[in-house]
């Protein structure tokens, strides 16, 4: 699916809650204000309303509608001959006139045609309500009916069928024009559709004054009503303007006499929006999500609003709610996807868009990194970024033959050859190559970019492998400055060992494929072994032995230097421990990255593992790698001191290369300084590299320190190291790394030091 089915079950979740609470309504609330906006339906003139409006009030004397014109209303329409007089007044106030005794009298002489109201009102701060029965002078056979209305959002939605009123049932009424009745307190929803200008109302002055009789309320309900301001007898019908409470009577009754409103709750509408979101979401064809998603709502509201005209009332909200969190999370999910398909720099389609495209088959894919990117973009201000990109683009896409080209955010493009171009590929990158030569314009800057391609020709794996292969093959080519590499499935092997390198140290560890070798060191002078330099060794089961220099950096990276450290420190000093317990004191050398400096318990550790083996610390030297670690740490340089003061030797290793200079001397209080291997096998060949191995000599003697010399494989080498002084040396000539039992049946029944 486009989203997860956490997503949508979670919005369902959410969605039947918004049913159950009724939090939906004002969603329906609103479309029925709308439907009522719209009525065109027009009364069946059946009910009428006899209106005791302000132009009866202000003809009545001082304003006051006596009760002996109550009488007089009663007994014109009765004249009339209506078929039901329905009073919406209550005279709780008035039963104290002198008059009353003559409407007491027209009521009776009505008879069963007419209904008085009973009110039930709210007590004001209490929340309680009270009813207000006619007067007992009425008799006990006058037809009582509940004038009761019950608002909701300030509202009149729904009308009683059966209201208790003072703890009776009574009908309401529209139940007694409409004949229809319920034992238990019900109501119904009131049908909006009618037009309120459609009924007919008249004015009680002129039934009074004989203007209108049988012709216009004969054989018709009449519904007395008030209408004049005073009486504040008004209210909203959702639709329409406020109206007077007798207009409502009139609709609920309409309502209720066309038929018998029903309500089918919200799960219906929940039903119907969830059902055809779930089929599309899980079929192949979900771009038409979003029209069924506005075809669904618009279903749904139309459905309901027709349903309102046959009387069934529906709630869509809890549906609507659905469809509108589910659209929500689709949109934001396909602009997610949108925005990860192209590039905002280029406006190329990106790696994601190449990913999810059809199999590439036999296409070869071929990566290209712009060397430094993070660099120049750094460097380039405003917009020089996009234009750099925009010209890369340009130039790479002479390349592409026709193929998409696709720009990834780091600087990194890709495109595919297809196979019946293989054969070119390497005049095209050759002639790429030759397109970069030139500098970039950037404004008035000349920019050089260099770039370098990777290949990936393998038909096997996804998309996403396979462009994986070929970005490895371009990072390959950047790091070993080729202009393009091909990938080799033995680099998919290499990298699957790579992403499991914890797990196969530690078992490699404890399974004894890892071992330390021992290389012996000799002072030059007299050729006597005087020490032996630790060397970790590992010989994998199936890959064979593993160059140190290919685990010691995949140890860096995935943070287990400082465990295959420890291993190594371990056994060194357990052999030392051994060397010295046979009589042969032989300084162990043990190297140790600069970057275990920043351990605060490295040192405490090794001073335990001399502890628990019985060694003298000055027996412990430890060669320091790396050492541009140190500069701007203060807890490698506070180890260096702690482990000097222990009295362990220390040592900087591979002294003029890389970050190990004179720099550094002053950082490191250095027992010895190891002079590289690479000074050493070519200083018969080059002056410049004589001159390096004896300045350091000197430098070292000058500190202090001692002079170890690595790598010596012939025997002038060794003696023209003599003749400059070195102290120490070690190399093949001396002694190849060995293991420790091999070192050990070398020194023979020698109590003391062996010589070369």
Not at 475 to 489: D, F, G
Not at 645 to 665: K, M, P, V, W
Not at 730 to 737: A, S, W
Request: charged share 20%; net charge negative.
């Amino acid at each position: 699916m486009i989203i997860s089915w956490r997503s949508f079950a979670i919005t369902l979740l959410i969605s039947l809650l918004v049913g159950i609470s009724s939090a939906g309504e004002v969603v329906d609330r609103l479309i029925d204000v709308g439907a009522g906006r719209m009525a065109s339906r027009p009364v069946s003139g059946e009910t009428v309303v006899l209106a005791l409006d302000d132009r009866t009030i202000t003809a009545s004397p001082n304003r006051d509608f006596t009760m002996t014109q109550y009488a007089n209303v009663v007994d014109a329409a009765n004249r009339a001959g209506a078929k039901r007089l329905l009073i919406d007044f209550y005279f709780d106030r008035r039963e104290q006139d002198r008059d009353f005794i003559n409407f007491v009298s027209a009521v009776r002489r009505m008879g069963d045609r007419i209904v008085l109201a009973v009110p039930t009102r709210a007590v004001s701060g209490t929340g309680e309500s009270t009813t207000i029965f006619p007067s007992a002078k009425f008799g006990p056979d006058t037809p009582i009916a509940s004038i009761a209305l019950d608002t909701e959002f300030w509202q009149v939605w729904s009308m009683p069928i059966t209201y208790v009123a003072g703890g009776r049932p009574l009908p309401s009424f529209a139940s007694v024009i409409a004949g229809k009745y319920s034992k238990e307190p019900a109501t119904f929803r009131l049908d909006l559709s009618y037009d309120t200008s459609t009924i007919s109302v008249y004015s009680t002055m002129d039934l009074l004054s004989g203007k209108i009789g049988t012709r216009e309320l004969g054989g018709r309900n009449v519904i007395f009503a008030p209408t004049a301001p005073n009486f504040q007898d008004t209210f909203y019908l959702p639709g329409h303007d406020r109206l007077p409470g007798g207009y409502i009577h009139v609709i609920a009754a309409e309502t209720l006499t066309r038929g018998n409103p029903v309500d089918v709750g919200w799960l219906p509408g929940l039903f119907i929006a969830v059902a055809p979101l779930a089929a599309v979401l899980l079929s192949r064809f979900q771009r038409a999500f979003l029209p069924t998603a506005i075809g669904t709502a618009i279903l749904l509201i139309v459905s309901k609003v027709m349903l309102a005209l046959t009387l069934v009332t529906s709630w869509i909200g809890a549906g609507l709610f659905f469809i509108a969190v589910i659209t929500a999370m689709v949109s934001r999910k396909r602009r997610r996807a949108s925005a990860q398909r192209e590039n905002p720099v280029s406006g190329l389609p990106t790696f994601e868009a190449m990913r999810t495209q059809p199999p590439f088959g036999s296409a070869t894919i071929i990566a290209a990194k712009l060397v430094n990117f993070e660099d120049l973009a750094a460097f380039l201000p405003g917009e020089g970024s996009k234009q750099m990109v925009d010209q890369v683009a340009r130039r790479l896409a002479l390349a592409c033959h026709g193929t998409q080209l696709h720009h990834d955010l780091d600087g990194t493009f890709a495109w595919l050859v297809p196979y019946y171009q293989h054969s070119q590929i390497e005049t095209q990158l050759a002639g790429l190559a030759a397109l970069f030569n030139a500098p970039l314009t950037i404004g008035e800057q000349r920019i050089d970019v260099a770039i370098a391609f990777g290949v990936n020709d393998e038909f096997e794996g996804s998309n996403a492998q396979r462009l994986a292969a070929a970005l490895v093959a371009a990072e390959k080519s950047i790091r070993s400055r080729a202009l393009w590499t091909k990938y080799a499935p033995r680099e998919k092997e290499d990298a699957g060992w790579q992403l499991s390198f914890h797990s196969q140290l530690e078992d490699a560890l404890t399974g004894g494929d890892i071992w330390v070798a021992f290389q012996p060191q000799y002072h030059i002078a007299t050729r006597q072994l005087i020490g032996a330099e630790a060397l970790v060794r590992w010989t994998h089961p199936t890959r064979g032995p593993i160059p140190p220099d290919e685990f010691i950096v995949q140890a860096e990276k995935s943070q287990d230097i400082y465990r295959l450290t420890l291993f190594v420190m371990d056994q060194a000093i357990r052999s030392a421990a051994q060397l010295h317990a046979q009589g042969h004191d032989i300084h162990m050398s043990v190297n140790l990255s600069a970057t275990l400096l920043d351990h605060s318990d490295l040192v405490g550790t090794i001073r335990v593992m001399l502890t628990a083996h019985h060694l003298r610390p000055e027996l412990l030297t430890i060669e320091i790698t790396e050492t541009a670690q140190i500069e701007n740490s203060r807890q490698a340089r506070q180890t260096l001191a702690q482990l000097r003061r222990a009295g362990i030797r220390l040592s900087i290793d591979d002294y003029g290369t890389g970050q190990s200079n004179l720099e550094y001397l002053t950082e490191i209080e250095a027992d010895e300084i190891k002079i590289d291997k690479r000074f050493v096998m070519t200083m018969r060949d080059s002056q410049r590299n004589l001159e390096v191995v004896k300045s350091t000599i000197d430098l070292a003697h000058r500190l202090g320190a001692v002079a170890v010399a690595e790598g010596i494989e012939d025997a002038p080498t060794l003696a023209l190291l003599e003749q400059l002084g070195c102290d120490v040396g070690q190399g093949y000539l001396l002694g190849k790394p060995q293991l420790f039992s091999d070192l050990l049946n070398s020194l023979g029944d020698t109590p003391h030091s062996r010589s070369a």
